[in-house]
C-alpha cells in the first residue's frame, strides 16, 4: 500500500464553539488520564463498560479519518468493516453501560453545559467537568453520581467524535425492555458473578462442564453454552439463530460473534469483557502479539477486558460484548497515540503514517 501523508493544511481547523474547541484540545493522554481519575468514582457496574466503550471507540481511528484526505480510502486500508463511526449510532453505541438508561437526561445535561462553556469553565481539567455534569445530572435523576458518570465521559467523547450539533440532532431515545430497565446495578453484578450449576453431583465433573456466555445483559436470551475450556468464538458457533441478519459480519449459523479464520490472524472475533474476565484463559504469545496490531488494546494484563474470542478459553459463566466493528489499525495508528499534537497545535512538520507491511 502507499504511505498516506496527512498535510497540516488538510487538518480540520479547531471548531468555533468553545466546548467541542476544548474537547479537540484534548489529547490521547489528556483522556487517558481523565479516565483513570474517574474510574474510581464510577459504580462497579459500569467500571468495566466505561473502560471498553473507549477501546470500543478510540480517538486516534477518529483523527486518523478526520485527517485523512479520502476518509473512505483510509477505511479501506484499515480494514475497517461494520459500523466503526460513532457519528452513525449516538444513542446507541453505549447500550451495555448501565449507565444507558440515563442517556436523555445525560444527553440534555451535556448540551446544557456546552452552551454555557466559557474560559472559566477551561481552567477545570477533562475529568472535573464531567464529574461536574455527571453531578448535575444525578441530582436531577435522584439516582447516585457514580451511577451516571460513565455515561457522561462518554457523552462527552461521543460530542468529540461526532459534532455537538449532530449530538443535538439525535433523537436522544434508548431502546431498553421493562426486564431491563427493573435491573439494578446489584442485579447486573450478581448475575454476572454467578456460575451455572452443574447438577446434584457437579462437583464431581470436570471437563464436561457447560458454563452460559452472556452476549447482551439487556436481553435475556442473548447468551449461549460453553464447553470447559472451550474457546468463546468456537462455543458461540453453537448459536444458530440468524445473527447474520443483525450484523452483516455475522456468518449465517455460525452465532453472533463476527468470525473470518479462528486463528487470531483476522481480529473480526475481538470482545470486550464486561464480567468473568478471572474465568478467562490467560492471554497466550498469539493473541499477545496481535492484539497491538489491530489497534484493540496494547497490555501486558494477563487477562484484560478486551480479548480475541477464538484464543480466550473460558472456565466459567462469562459475560462479554461484541463490539460493532472491526479492523486492522494498530500499526498504521502507533504514532498517533503517542506523539500527535493536540489538535489544532502547530506541528514540527507534516505527520506520515505509513499504511505498508499492515500484516508484518
Not at 124 to 139: F, N, T, W, Y
Not at 231 to 259: F, M, N, Q, T, Y
Not at 282 to 311: A, H, N, W
Request: aromatic letters at 8%; one cysteine or more.
Amino acid at each position: 500500500m502507499e504511505e498516506i501523508v496527512f498535510h497540516q493544511a488538510e487538518r480540520p481547523n479547531l471548531p468555533a464553539h468553545p466546548f467541542e474547541a476544548f474537547l479537540h484540545e484534548q489529547s490521547e493522554e489528556d483522556w487517558a488520564q481523565a479516565i483513570a481519575a474517574l474510574l474510581p468514582h464510577i459504580h462497579k457496574v459500569d467500571q468495566n463498560a466505561t473502560r471498553i466503550w473507549f477501546h470500543f471507540f478510540p480517538l486516534a481511528l477518529a483523527r486518523a479519518l478526520e485527517r485523512a484526505p479520502d476518509p473512505e480510502q483510509l477505511a479501506r486500508e484499515l480494514l475497517l468493516q461494520g459500523r466503526y463511526r460513532l457519528r452513525d449510532q449516538i444513542d446507541e453505541s453505549h447500550y451495555f453501560l448501565y449507565g444507558h438508561r440515563y442517556w436523555p437526561t445525560i444527553k440534555r445535561a451535556v448540551i446544557e453545559f456546552a452552551e454555557r462553556f466559557s474560559t472559566g469553565n477551561a481552567q477545570l481539567s477533562l475529568a472535573e467537568q464531567i464529574r461536574e455534569v455527571a453531578r448535575r445530572a444525578s441530582r436531577d435523576l435522584g439516582v447516585a453520581e457514580a451511577l451516571t458518570i460513565g455515561i457522561t465521559a462518554v457523552a462527552f467523547m461521543t460530542v468529540r467524535q461526532a459534532g455537538l450539533e449532530a449530538v443535538k440532532r439525535a433523537p436522544g431515545t434508548i431502546r431498553l425492555s421493562e426486564w431491563a430497565l427493573r435491573r439494578t446495578p446489584e442485579q447486573v453484578l450478581k448475575a454476572r458473578a454467578r456460575d451455572d450449576r452443574q447438577g446434584l453431583f457437579g462437583f464431581l465433573r470436570t471437563e464436561d462442564k457447560v458454563w452460559t456466555v452472556t452476549f447482551n445483559e439487556n436481553d435475556p436470551e442473548a447468551h449461549f453454552k460453553l464447553v470447559h475450556t472451550q474457546e468463546i468464538a468456537w462455543a458461540a458457533a453453537s448459536d444458530k439463530r440468524p445473527w447474520h441478519l443483525r450484523d452483516p459480519r455475522c456468518v449465517a449459523g455460525e452465532g453472533p460473534i463476527p468470525v473470518q479464520c479462528r486463528s487470531a490472524a483476522c481480529g473480526t472475533c475481538w470482545v470486550g469483557v464486561l464480567g468473568g474476565a478471572e474465568k478467562l484463559s490467560e492471554v497466550g504469545k498469539l493473541e499477545r502479539r496481535m492484539m497491538p496490531r489491530f489497534g484493540y488494546i496494547d497490555t501486558d494484563e494477563p487477562r484484560p477486558i478486551i480479548r480475541l474470542s477464538c484464543q480466550a478459553k473460558a472456565y466459567g459463566a462469562v459475560s462479554i460484548v461484541i463490539p460493532p466493528w472491526n479492523g486492522y489499525f494498530g500499526k498504521l495508528l502507533k504514532g498517533e497515540a503517542a506523539d500527535a499534537p493536540k489538535d489544532g497545535a502547530e506541528d514540527s512538520g507534516d505527520r506520515i503514517i505509513e499504511s505498508s507491511n499492515l500484516s508484518s
